[in-house]
């Protein structure tokens, strides 16, 4: 009975260890791209635009970009919505203003020059 008692302490240990071990992504994690100073607000998190208008947006910024797109942000008005993008790895921010019905989407970078 004494060594039943041991292996179960020795199991619940084993348990409680596997427990700790941390896994990460293989690609590295980097910080985004912060805005360049002076340009327009640069909206993440609250999402109002139409979904052809951010479809729309995504999908020209993505024939005009590698490495993923993500909206992370938009707005609506009754005259146009903005659509706001990270590309890339390093995040570089882009804006989309659009038709809420999705026509003539037109982008615009917003980092710093030279970082694409």
């Not at 980097?30 to 979904?51: C, H, L, R, W």
Request: with cysteine; aromatic share 6%.
């Amino acid at each position: 009975m004494n060594n039943s008692i041991k292996h179960l302490v020795g199991l619940g240990a084993l348990a409680a260890l596997t427990a700790c071990i941390e896994t990460t992504e293989s690609a590295p994690v980097t910080s985004q791209m912060p805005v360049a100073p002076g340009s327009p607000p640069f909206i993440e998190g609250s999402f109002g635009a139409s979904d052809a208008a951010t479809a729309a947006c995504r999908n020209l910024l993505a024939s005009q970009t590698t490495g993923g797109v993500r909206v992370v942000g938009s707005e609506f008005s009754e005259a146009a919505s903005a659509v706001y993008m990270r590309v890339g790895a390093n995040g570089a921010p882009w804006r989309c203003l659009v038709s809420n019905d999705g026509s003539n989407p037109d982008t615009m970078f917003m980092g710093s020059e030279g970082f694409l």
